[in-house]
Nanobody
Framework: QVQLVESGGGLVQPGGSLRLSCAAS????????MGWYRQTPGKERELVAR???????DYADSTKGRFTISWDGAKKPLYLQMNSLKPEDTAVYYC?????????WGQGTQVTVSS
């Protein structure tokens, strides 16, 4: 059993920063990939940033240069540092782990960018 819990969302002004955290518990071994996705009402969930083991980090074009995904190793949180936030970054952000080919998702954390 794997559980993912996101935190760090909230309301921020345009140009501001937030850092999201994803705490993982359970059978966290043989992780193939991990990442962050986001979703707004009426739209499909989209990739924000991900790390596939054996490859470099992968970012959506809209977040490249502003967001940074990081992970310090087993039993440590997965982070998403978000800088220069824009109103269009407003969404529910989800943490994702792929373990032995299976997808696991957190419950999501709301990020709202507004003045």
């Amino acid at each position: 059993q794997v559980q993912l819990v996101e935190s760090g969302g909230g309301l921020v002004q345009p140009g501001g920063s937030l850092r999201l955290s994803c705490a993982a518990s359970g059978s966290i071994d043989n992780v193939n990939a991990m990442g962050w996705y986001r979703q707004t009402p009426g739209k499909e969930r989209e990739l924000v940033a991900r790390m596939i083991f054996g490859s470099s980090a992968d970012y959506a074009d809209s977040t490249k240069g502003r967001f940074t995904i990081s992970w310090d190793g087993a039993k440590k949180p997965l982070y998403l540092q978000m800088n220069s936030l824009k109103p269009e970054d407003t969404a529910v952000y989800y943490c994702n782990f792929v373990i032995r080919g299976l997808n696991y998702w957190g419950q999501g954390t709301q990020v709202t960018v507004s003045s």
